[in-house]
């Protein structure tokens, strides 16, 4: 007899510290009443996410496994031994949508080479968000994830993204490490043409939530704090 096989849901979390049914439909929370076998970034901060969506879950019976930058590629595919049993598995990340910059891509991978169902819910991404909030050309942009963290070697990733939005009108998004983010916006400013935009998306749904779109000139006049706070940053030349 054949067993039919379970669906693979990507389940997308909050951005930060705000009670998560104020920006998860309620899709989210049937998904998690119903599903016992979870692919995870960290063990700890999924339990707690899923606690929080439904507190009467028993803990005892999540069946969890994690999934992040140090595993290795021979772990992946066997996480999704439950789908060909017939359960249904989650795929959680610790913030925003898994799959978009978030180790759990890898495991989507493996579940189309099994024909595993992919069920994405609905959930904030902060790469949208901040491009909906932006005011720049949504029709083309570019996700670059870290810039490069030597300064001299940053500069020239900077100076070559600057130049492709303005030869493609192509918006380029990119992070820092939370600590850091205040040094990237005054590198930005150093180092980018005068009239060029920035966009500063920080703790983007969340009470302290911070957006702005300026021109680098302008920017250099702003003070603002992004120390510690999850951040995006994008340009248009």
């Known amino acids: 007899?054949?067993?039919?096989?379970?669906?693979?849901?990507?389940?997308?979390?909050?951005?930060?510290d705000i009670s998560p049914l104020e920006v998860l439909p309620l899709s989210v929370k049937n998904a998690i009443e119903k599903i016992d076998h979870y692919i995870v970034?960290?063990?700890?901060?999924?339990?707690?996410?899923i606690k929080s969506i439904a507190p009467e879950k028993?803990?005892?019976?999540?069946?969890?496994?994690?999934?992040?930058k140090f595993t290795n590629e021979s772990e992946?595919?066997?996480?999704?031994?439950?789908?060909l049993e017939g359960f249904d598995v989650g795929i959680i990340s610790d913030a925003g949508c898994p799959g978009i910059a978030d180790p759990g891509a890898r495991a989507v991978h493996y579940a189309h080479e099994k024909s595993i169902k992919i069920v994405p819910l609905v959930g904030p991404s902060s790469l949208l968000l901040a491009m909906m909030a932006s005011g720049f050309n949504g029709q083309n942009f570019?996700?670059?994830?870290?810039?490069?963290?030597?300064?001299g070697e940053r500069k020239t990733e900077m100076k070559r993204l600057e130049k492709l939005s303005?030869?493609?009108?192509?918006?380029q998004l990119f992070i820092e490490t939370p600590y850091r983010n205040n040094q990237m916006l005054q590198s930005l400013t150093e180092n980018l043409s005068a009239h060029t935009k920035i966009c500063v998306a920080c703790?983007?749904?969340?009470?302290?939530?911070y957006i702005k779109t300026a021109p680098v000139e302008l920017w250099?006049?702003?003070k603002v704090d992004l120390h510690k706070r999850p951040t995006l940053f994008i340009i248009q030349g």
């Open 1 to 16: 007899m054949t067993v039919k096989k379970g669906n693979l849901y990507l389940i997308p979390c909050p951005l930060g």
């Open 41 to 49: 970034e960290h063990e700890k901060n999924a339990r707690r996410f």
């Open 58 to 68: 028993q803990q005892s019976t999540l069946k969890i496994q994690e999934i992040n």
């Open 76 to 83: 992946i595919p066997p996480m999704l031994n439950p789908c």
């Open 142 to 151: 570019a996700f670059n994830g870290y810039l490069p963290i030597d300064k």
């Open 166 to 171: 303005k030869d493609f009108d192509q918006s």
């Open 203 to 209: 703790d983007i749904t969340l009470p302290s939530e």
């Open 220 to 222: 250099k006049k702003i």
